[in-house]
């Protein structure tokens, strides 16, 4: 019997059945929460987000065969909550409101989405993500700095962090 062949017959892909893998040059979606973020290792790569592991095409092209051409039973980790409610702020939905971001100085208009303690997502600035310093300013006057934590699609996220004068 060959080293792929099955004890049924079957050799291959229709031995194993549907196998999901990491492939390294491409976007993987978690089957798990379908989030895109991983933990890469030398055989297997981990969401992030969630922690479904997954072994990697590569590993199995070089024969480092992580799953013995055995079927692969997904362990999904679950956190509880879904991840939209593992926010340490609640968010507050604030559609249309506008404030002004200062981008190294440079007042703008900034469009927000949602606001929380921990920071505010708003329409994208290109000029943010060549910025030295970034604060937002509400209404009353008040200037929060902030730091770009993420981008995507149309929209960016601001983390308010503490002025270095207050840092410990």
């Known amino acids: 019997m060959n080293a ?7 050799s291959g892909a229709s031995a194993r059945g549907y196998q999901v893998l990491f492939h390294a040059e491409s976007v993987n979606h978690c089957p798990g929460c379908h989030g895109r973020n991983w933990l890469v ?3 297997t790569a981990e969401c ?3 922690g479904t592991a997954l072994p990697l ?5 070089m024969g480092l065969d992580p799953v013995g051409h055995k079927p ?4 999904l ?3 509880g909550k879904p991840w939209r409610e593992r926010r340490k702020h609640p968010r507050e939905p604030a559609a249309g409101r506008v404030l002004t971001l200062h981008i190294d100085g440079s007042p703008r208009a900034f469009t927000i989405e949602d606001i929380s303690d921990g920071g505010v997502k708003g329409a994208t600035l290109e000029e943010v993500f060549n910025s030295r310093y970034l ?11 902030a730091e770009l934590r993420w981008r995507s699609g149309g929209f960016i996220g601001l983390e308010f962090v ?4 207050d840092q410990p």
Not at 4 to 10: I, K, N
Not at 72 to 75: F, I, N, R, T
């Open 4 to 10: 792929h062949a099955s004890p049924f017959g079957r």
């Open 41 to 43: 290792g030398r055989i």
């Open 48 to 50: 992030a987000r969630c």
């Open 57 to 61: 095409a590569e590993a199995a092209q």
């Open 72 to 75: 692969v039973a997904l362990h």
């Open 77 to 79: 980790v679950d956190g």
């Open 135 to 145: 604060a937002v300013e509400f209404e009353d006057g008040t200037m929060h700095p």
């Open 162 to 165: 503490k002025p270095e004068a």
